[in-house]
């Protein structure tokens, strides 16, 4: 199994960035797909989530409103969509793919439940 983010960067407050994974080696369409991210000193947190059999999505409170996951099935790929950026956004971005029965149940946000993991890619917000 392997996932491949690419996409972060720096930006300045209020603007946007797209994070992308593309996820090899597994059945892409039973698994949830997740960003997570994690600042320094502080704990990995889940961002958002998605069911890639039926593409239902969560959120963290934080950013709801202003990110969007989504995928696209057909490149194995999901989306993070990151709008209205603020200072405390910043944090290296992580894609984690879990399966469904496992990371279900609102068990999305729970980092543990992930078994596989991407590089992370770098968001920093000034």
């Known amino acids: 199994v392997q996932l491949v983010e690419s996409g972060g960067g720096s930006v300045q407050a209020g603007g946007s960035l797209r994070l992308s994974c593309v996820g090899s080696g597994f059945t892409y369409s039973s698994f949830y797909m997740a960003w997570f991210r994690q600042a320094p000193g502080k704990e990995r947190e889940g961002v958002a989530a998605i069911f890639t059999g039926g593409g239902s999505t969560y959120y963290a409170d934080s950013v709801k409103g202003r990110f969007t996951i989504s995928q696209d099935n057909a490149k194995n790929t999901v989306y993070l969509q990151m709008n209205s950026l603020k200072p405390e956004d910043t944090a290296m971005y992580y894609c984690?793919?879990?399966?469904?029965?496992?990371?279900?149940?609102?068990?999305?946000?729970?980092?543990?439940?992930?078994?596989?993991w991407g590089q992370g890619t770098q968001v920093t917000v000034s």
């Open positions: 984690a793919a879990g399966l469904g029965w496992v990371c279900g149940g609102g068990y999305w946000a729970t980092a543990s439940r992930f078994g596989y």
